[in-house]
């Protein structure tokens, strides 16, 4: 098991009000993705993956996650089972439509 | 001229009647007993004989090839095995026991470790590897077999043939060596008084053999809707969104992969949505893929044609003739190198999967330790210059791919669709193929790139869609392929300004650009969710082999 935490600050706010949103599902090759709405303009990530070695990975998919969302003010956890990258994006992207939609 | 010195100009036929008469001692009439089979085997085939043991995609003649590997090697050597598919042990077998020398193919499927491992060690000496249609011409020039083993459910006393729904390959093998001097032998589930539809006539059959079992079909079309996951449906939103409804594609081929069985089981969803039945994916050149039934019975698709068939399909297919071929008999005809002709000639688009996609978008599903052959992969997937009849689709990539005015040229729409990691998390996208080394550990004339990247019209990860038509330089066309190539290196190596560019001509299209919300991308999406649901779709008519049930 790996522990990675990545900080994106200075971002505009995420649209919409819902306080929280979960998706995926833990389970192998899929992951979990729990999105708070809290104060300020960062988005903060904490990972813990199943499949050490990937750091490089993670930050690249976060970064594009921030651009392309936009994701302010957003602390998001990951339980990650093994999922690929392009799935992860997927989910990542989907909990921020989720949360923009009206609770 | 004197009788003494004239040319005898049927000295292949007299050979063949020879063969016959050999035969002759093991039979009865036409009908040879099982227990026979390897004695007839070696007293029809001799030596350096060029030879066909129906291993097609999907049926198997396995008695016969089981028979032949059990001959002996001091009778029977350095044969040449001319055959589309390499799929049973027992091929393999005819090489390590020194039966058969030298190997030319199309397809091998599950034999593909055991190729890669027989080429290295020297046992197989490699012809070709052919696309099926190839192949199939090769039977009629240069690669005509002496002897021809094949299978049929049933025959008659005379030795009609009846091959059932796989008919296949069967129809070209036989012509090509019936009407060439060649024996032809036929493995049969069954004996009947009379077959249900004649699809081989008697006179070009010379043995009949019943088999102790049914031959051997394999599943390969069916796709377990319950393994799709969500990148597959968001992919599939953007191939019928991007592609199908952009191009207005209506005659089409889809190759057997998991994002393509998403595709069709968006039709009747995502695509009832958006307005597009009857405007997309009408005709069909295609193996009865379980996953089309919904399609089919929300009344999307006019009319299929097979290559072969799949197994369980039977009773749907003969219950849906208004869609498929079938015979006066009701069941599924099927033919392999009428198909991929249509295919290549007749549709304007083909979508499939590879293993491994390079910077200018060649791909090859031969890998290091595994040689799986190309089957009908590089015809469908190809652009067809002899294509003179025009079709919407045809002339707008064709104006999409023309960098100078000229003459009006149409395009086949050629997309691959794949995931940017494959197993194991191995990247599908490289910057050098795997084939290009072993090609030259083998010493191979020509490196086995499936399809060629400049056949190669679109790329469609879950990332985005690549529309290489749009792409005007080598530069460009490597620059759209990173920029749907996700996370993997190649991916992570593109150059952003440049994408983003490409972005703007939209040479590069994300979901975004095409107005998907990725929310919408989930499984309930998918009209059938597992193969229980399409067993319902098809009203019980569809009998899902053994290994697809779980209730």
Known sequence: METIDICHSGLKPLPGRKPWALVGVVASGNLEVLLEREEGDRCYVHIETSVPGFATVWRAVVEDFVTRAAPGGLRISINDCGARPDTVSLRLLQGARLMEDAP | ?551
């Open chain 2, 1 to 551: 001229m004197t009788t003494a010195t004239r040319k005898v100009w049927d000295a292949a036929r007299q050979d063949r009647n020879a063969r016959r008469a050999a035969g002759a001692a093991f039979a009865d009439g036409k009908l040879v007993p099982a227990a026979n089979t390897t004695a007839l085997l070696e007293s029809v085939i001799c030596p350096g004989d060029r030879l066909c043991v129906e291993g097609d995609n999907q049926k198997q003649a396995d008695h016969l090839a089981a028979a032949l590997a059990a001959a002996d090697p001091a009778k029977l050597y350095d044969l040449h095995i001319v055959q589309s598919g390499v799929v049973l042990p027992e091929h393999i077998d005819l090489f390590r026991r020194g039966i058969a020398k030298k190997l030319d193919f199309s397809y091998s499927g599950p034999q593909s470790t055991a190729i890669a491992r027989a080429l290295r060690a020297g046992t197989i000496e490699l012809g070709a590897i052919h696309t099926y249609l190839e192949l199939f011409a090769r039977y009629f020039v240069d690669l005509t077999p002496n002897v021809a083993l094949i299978a049929a459910v049933s025959a008659d006393r005379e030795g009609n043939l009846y091959t059932g729904a796989n008919t296949e390959d069967t129809p070209t093998i036989v012509e090509a060596t019936a009407f060439k001097n060649g024996i032809v032998v036929a493995q049969v589930n069954t004996l009947v008084d009379r077959v249900p539809r004649v699809d081989i006539p008697a006179d070009q059959v010379d043995f009949v053999i019943v088999a102790p079992r049914p031959f051997y079909v394999e599943p390969l079309f069916t796709r377990d809707p319950a393994s799709l996951t969500e990148l597959h449906v968001l992919m599939a939103m953007l191939a019928i969104r991007g592609i199908y409804a952009e191009y207005g594609i209506r005659r089409l081929n889809h190759g057997i992969g998991f994002s393509t069985a998403a595709i069709e089981l968006l039709l009747p969803t995502y695509g009832e949505q958006l307005g597009l039945k009857g405007k997309i994916a009408t005709h069909w050149a295609l193996n009865p893929h379980p996953t089309l039934i919904p399609a089919i019975e929300s009344g999307w698709v006019e009319q299929i044609h097979c290559f072969g068939s799949e197994v369980g399909m039977q009773d749907y297919i003969a219950a849906r003739p208004d869609i498929f071929f079938t015979g006066r008999d009701g069941s599924l005809r099927s033919n392999r190198a009428l198909c991929q002709v249509a295919g290549l000639y007749a549709c304007d688009l083909f979508i499939g999967s590879t293993l491994q996609i390079d910077l200018a978008g060649n791909s090859s599903t031969v890998l290091r330790d595994r040689i799986a052959g190309f089957g009908g992969a590089p015809n469908m997937g190809s652009d067809p210059h002899g294509r003179r009849h025009p079709s919407e689709p045809w002339l707008k990539a064709g104006r999409e791919g023309a960098s100078e005015q000229g003459m009006a040229q149409g395009r086949k729409l050629v997309v691959q669709m794949v995931e940017s990691f494959g197993d194991k998390m191995a990247p599908v996208f490289v910057e050098e193929l795997d084939c290009v080394a072993l090609a030259d550990e083998l010493k191979l004339d020509l490196v086995p790139i499936m399809i060629r990247g400049d056949d190669v019209t679109h790329i469609v990860t879950a990332e985005g869609i690549a529309n290489l038509l749009l792409c005007r330089t080598a530069g460009e066309r490597e620059q759209a392929i990173r920029g749907v190539a996700g996370y993997t290196d190649v991916g992570r190596g593109r150059d952003k300004a440049m994408v983003a560019r490409l972005r703007e001509r939209r040479a590069i299209l994300y979901p975004e650009d095409l107005g998907i919300d990725v929310l919408e991308a989930q499984r309930h999406l998918l009209a059938a969710r597992s193969i229980k649901d399409l067993v319902r779709w098809s009203e019980g008519l569809y009998q899902p082999p053994g290994k697809f049930r779980n209730w």
